[in-house]
């Protein structure tokens, strides 16, 4: 044991430390360095941020998360703030806001912020708010035949291109339909093979594209360089293969991790689409193991 006296610097930092501790019960804060960069999809707090924007985002970065993921941009607003005003709101926290999820706009034409609709206007509120990825986050259940595939290539390719004008990248976010087969083709298998891989990067979904039988590295080893952003999500180990917190399922994250410079990952986001727990109960449960991992 070391007897010498701390400094005030070193008394400072380990009194820092402890007060986290208490602050965040069950966190390993002493583990926290592994995750210095680990983000949060800000989708799962969804019934929270309503209620108390500032005050749930508060305890997002108090738990540890450096990174959000930005959902439900409309007509110039992230809930409700001009991205000025947000990108303000998240220095004061300490948070950054690489990525943001987009939808096609196709079944909702008159909303604006879409890839069909005041496209421009949305990358330039991004780069704003200091996005460098821009992720369609979903197709709708009536966008989902092959001609619409066909068009959504077309469509990704010409929305990355503005993207990239502005200095950021477009990338495409799957669920499980996309690797169910039509017409002897996986719809997934199109959209790598017909966008330009420069231009349309993926935010491969881990436990979606598990839950359809895929094995994340070999995507990574047919596609290297693809995947630079990741959603970081457990399968529980029941019949039914909920969602459960980091960790506490199925996935073995650490395998998937080892991948992560074939797949080319630059930013990985917890997410959980429905939570058995408080939402930030979850994402702390989560936080505190994926700590374990070598990321």
Not at 23 to 38: E, G, H, T, Y
Not at 73 to 90: I, R
């Given at each position: 044991?070391?007897t010498q006296?701390?400094?005030?610097?070193d008394f400072l930092?380990?009194?820092?430390?402890?007060?986290?501790?208490?602050?965040?019960p069950n966190?390993?804060?002493?583990?926290?360095?592994?995750?210095?960069?680990?983000?949060?999809?800000?989708?799962?707090?969804?019934?929270?941020?309503?209620?108390d924007?500032?005050?749930?985002l508060?305890?997002?970065?108090?738990?540890?998360?450096k990174?959000?993921?930005?959902?439900?941009?409309?007509?110039?607003?992230?809930?409700?703030k001009?991205?000025?005003e947000f990108?303000?709101l998240?220095?004061?926290?300490?948070?950054?806001?690489?990525?943001?999820?987009y939808?096609?706009?196709?079944?909702?034409?008159?909303?604006?912020?879409?890839?069909?609709?005041?496209?421009?206007?949305?990358?330039?509120?991004?780069?704003?708010?200091?996005?460098?990825?821009?992720?369609?986050?979903y197709?709708f259940?009536?966008?989902?035949?092959?001609?619409?595939?066909?068009?959504?290539?077309?469509?990704?390719?010409?929305?990355?291109?503005?993207?990239k004008?502005a200095?950021?990248?477009?990338?495409?976010h799957n669920?499980?339909f996309?690797?169910?087969?039509?017409?002897?083709?996986?719809?997934?298998?199109?959209?790598?093979?017909?966008?330009?891989?420069?231009?349309?990067?993926?935010?491969?979904?881990?436990?979606?594209?598990?839950?359809?039988?895929?094995?994340?590295?070999?995507?990574?080893?047919?596609?290297?360089?693809?995947?630079?952003?990741?959603?970081?999500?457990?399968?529980a180990?029941?019949?039914?293969?909920?969602?459960?917190?980091?960790?506490?399922?199925s996935?073995?994250?650490?395998?998937?991790?080892?991948a992560?410079?074939?797949?080319?990952?630059?930013h990985?986001?917890?997410?959980?689409?429905?939570?058995?727990?408080?939402?930030?109960?979850?994402i702390?449960?989560?936080?505190?193991?994926?700590?374990?991992?070598?990321?």
């Amino acid at each position: 044991m070391n007897t010498q006296k701390l400094s005030r610097t070193d008394f400072l930092k380990t009194s820092a430390l402890a007060m986290a501790a208490v602050l965040i019960p069950n966190l390993d804060v002493f583990a926290s360095p592994a995750n210095k960069n680990l983000g949060l999809q800000l989708y799962t707090l969804r019934d929270l941020l309503p209620k108390d924007l500032e005050g749930t985002l508060k305890k997002v970065a108090e738990i540890g998360y450096k990174e959000v993921e930005m959902f439900g941009y409309s007509d110039g607003k992230f809930f409700g703030k001009t991205p000025t005003e947000f990108a303000a709101l998240l220095k004061s926290l300490g948070l950054k806001a690489p990525s943001g999820h987009y939808t096609t706009g196709n079944t909702m034409p008159n909303m604006k912020g879409t890839l069909t609709n005041d496209w421009k206007r949305a990358v330039d509120d991004a780069a704003t708010l200091g996005q460098k990825y821009m992720v369609c986050a979903y197709l709708f259940p009536d966008e989902r035949k092959m001609d619409d595939y066909k068009r959504h290539i077309d469509l990704f390719n010409k929305s990355a291109e503005t993207c990239k004008a502005a200095g950021i990248q477009f990338a495409y976010h799957n669920h499980d339909f996309e690797f169910k087969e039509m017409d002897g083709k996986l719809p997934y298998d199109m959209i790598l093979s017909g966008t330009d891989p420069k231009l349309v990067k993926m935010e491969l979904d881990l436990y979606w594209a598990s839950y359809a039988g895929q094995d994340p590295v070999a995507l990574f080893k047919k596609h290297p360089g693809r995947f630079p952003l990741w959603h970081v999500k457990d399968m529980a180990k029941t019949e039914k293969r909920e969602f459960s917190e980091v960790g506490e399922g199925s996935i073995n994250f650490q395998r998937i991790f080892d991948a992560k410079k074939t797949a080319g990952l630059t930013h990985y986001f917890v997410e959980q689409d429905i939570c058995k727990r408080p939402p930030l109960e979850s994402i702390a449960i989560s936080y505190r193991n994926l700590a374990k991992v070598s990321v």
